[in-house]
């Protein structure tokens, strides 16, 4: 199956559970607070969701009813990559750096899931213009 390409960037990309925590906001460090989010891609964006209360698969493909988001990531211009060991102690860690100068660390304990998402991101990225 392969949709019409204007469609292709309206459907959703991927969707799941992801551990995150904000690490930057235009270009001032944070402090972490790792937390658990539904998460979506979709159309050059990730949103991270405040709870994660409807992750059941019958809301994935309408993210309008889901919770308020609590952050809206600009892909376009993003740049992806595997965190480096000092950023966090956890496992596959994946340090995404936004063109506003805002910094996330984005973990799964499976390699196989975060595998994916990395994929998923840098394809979105890559798809996006960069200026
Ligand atoms: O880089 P840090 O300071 O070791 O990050 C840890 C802290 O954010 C910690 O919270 P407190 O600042 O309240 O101690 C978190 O609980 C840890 O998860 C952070 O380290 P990791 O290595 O898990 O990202």
Not at 4 to 9: A, S
Not at 87 to 116: C, N
Request: no cysteine; proline share 5%.
């Amino acid at each position: 199956f392969s949709p019409p390409k204007e469609e292709q960037f309206e459907t959703l990309e991927k969707a799941g559970m992801l551990h995150r925590t904000k690490t930057a906001e235009k270009g001032k460090r944070l402090r972490k607070n790792w937390s658990s989010s539904w998460t979506v891609l979709q159309g050059g964006v990730l949103t991270f969701f405040k709870d994660s209360k409807h992750s059941a698969s019958g809301s994935v493909k309408h993210p309008s009813v889901l919770s308020s988001p609590e952050h809206t990531v600009e892909l376009r211009g993003a740049m992806l990559s595997w965190a480096p060991k000092d950023k966090s102690s956890k496992k596959h860690v994946l340090e995404l750096k936004t063109r506003e100068g805002s910094e996330y660390l984005i973990q799964h304990d499976s390699e196989t899931i975060i595998s994916m998402w990395q994929k998923a991101i840098a394809d979105s990225i890559s798809r996006l213009p960069m200026d």
